[in-house]
């Protein structure tokens, strides 16, 4: 199979996917650091990070003008819930932490909810698919998550 289209592969089961929540100051506060992305490589790494924490298991990247122009990202993992899209992108917003007792038990890559935030921020756009799949309804929704210049644009490509 072509890995052209990620999402065509068995994805991990997604009913127990963790919300982006805000994190409340005191929280982001005592785990805060700058995050800082110079590079395509660094950007590539914080989604690469993304999706793995997915469950991903397949991950395409495409870079237009080497990543100056734009950024895509493909994978087969659990996704971003549509119920998320508002925290999405947000300083502080993460779906991996509630407070600093869980750092213990942390277990991804990620945790600070700064990459996607960053990213957002700089100067070109990073696209992401976000296939929703509701095997219950038999459903699958299909949105393109564009992030601009620290704006989030969402189109549906299809619909359940």
């Not at 919300?19 to 005592?30: A, F, N, P, Q």
């Not at 989604?47 to 990247?61: H, K, P, Q, R, W």
């Not at 095997?135 to 601009?148: A, D, F, K």
């Amino acid at each position: 199979m072509s890995t052209s289209d990620p999402h065509r592969l068995e994805s991990p089961e997604c009913s127990s996917r963790p919300t982006i929540k805000h994190l409340d100051y005191e929280v982001s506060r005592k785990i805060c650091v700058g995050q800082v992305i110079i590079n395509l490589a660094g950007a590539c790494k914080e989604l690469v990070d993304n999706s793995l924490d997915a469950g991903a298991t397949v991950i395409e990247i495409k870079a237009k003008e080497y990543g100056h122009e734009s950024l895509e990202i493909s994978d087969n993992g659990c996704g971003i819930s549509p119920d998320d899209f508002d925290a999405l992108c947000k300083p502080h917003s993460t779906s991996k932490i509630s407070n600093v007792d869980d750092f213990r038990t942390l277990e991804t890559f990620g945790f600070r909810g700064e990459a996607l935030n960053a990213l957002s921020a700089i100067r070109y756009q990073l696209q992401l698919v976000v296939v929703d799949v509701h095997l219950e309804q038999g459903l699958t929704s299909i949105i393109r998550v564009i992030l601009y210049r620290a704006k989030v644009f969402l189109v549906n490509m299809a619909h359940p």
